[in-house]
């Protein structure tokens, strides 16, 4: 029996040996087991890196929305301006136009006056060369009266007429 209690201490012996065994292996797995934690801990703090760097991408990408939506803006408010500046112009336009038209209107005026002040002055020209054609027959008769001894009466009233077609001319000088 003492052998067999001897075998059985060893079994044990082996036994505890194998459990020491298994307890290295499994603190090695254990070690392993840390190890890999802190390659996910590090592969974690890595994402939380690359998280942050997309949050600040994603920042920089609504700063660069805000500030195409304020070129926005300012593009909208230019073409207001220049459809308020185009509405204008086509006021103007409009205004331009229709003093155009009075000017037009005007000018017919004027160009009626014109063709009134020609037959006035049409007139005009043929009652001076009335005037000077009375002016020439009384000058005649005066001098023919003069030759022919004609009485004083006629005379004087030849150059009375005389003296008055000069006035008429006179008026038109």
Same mark, same amino acid.
């Given at each position: 029996?003492?052998? &067999?209690?001897?075998? %059985?201490?060893? &079994?044990? /012996?082996?036994?505890? $040996?194998? @459990? /020491? ?5 499994? /603190? ?5 087991? #840390?190890?890999?934690?802190?390659? #996910?801990? $590090? ?10 760097? #997309?949050?600040?991408?994603?920042? !920089?990408?609504?700063?660069?929305? $805000? ?5 926005? $803006? &300012? ?13 204008? +112009? ?12 009075? +000017? /037009?209107?005007?000018?017919? &005026?004027? #160009?009626? %006056?014109?063709?009134? =002040? @020609? ?15 009375? =002016?020439? *027959?009384?000058?005649? !008769? +005066? ?11 006629? @005379? *004087? !009233? +030849? ?9 008429? =001319?006179?008026?038109?000088?």
């Amino acid at each position: 029996m003492g052998v &067999e209690v001897v075998n %059985m201490g060893d &079994e044990v /012996v082996d036994m505890v $040996d194998e @459990v /020491v065994d298994m307890g290295d292996e499994v /603190v090695d797995m254990g070690d392993e087991a #840390v190890d890999m934690g802190d390659e #996910v801990v $590090d592969m974690g703090d890595e994402v939380v890196d690359m998280v942050d760097e #997309v949050a600040d991408m994603g920042d !920089e990408v609504v700063d660069m929305v $805000d500030e195409v939506v304020d070129m926005v $803006d &300012e593009v909208v408010d230019l073409g207001v301006e220049v459809v308020t500046m185009g509405d204008e +112009l086509v006021s103007m336009s409009v205004e331009v136009v229709d003093m155009g038209d009075e +000017l /037009v209107d005007m000018g017919v &005026e004027v #160009v009626d %006056m014109g063709d009134e =002040l @020609v037959d006035m002055g049409a007139e005009v020209v043929d009652m001076v060369d009335a005037a000077r054609m009375d =002016l020439m *027959v009384s000058q005649k !008769e +005066l001098f023919k009266a003069k030759q022919e001894d004609i009485p004083a009466i006629p @005379v *004087v !009233e +030849l150059k009375e007429k005389v003296a008055a077609s000069r006035a008429e =001319l006179r008026k038109f000088q």
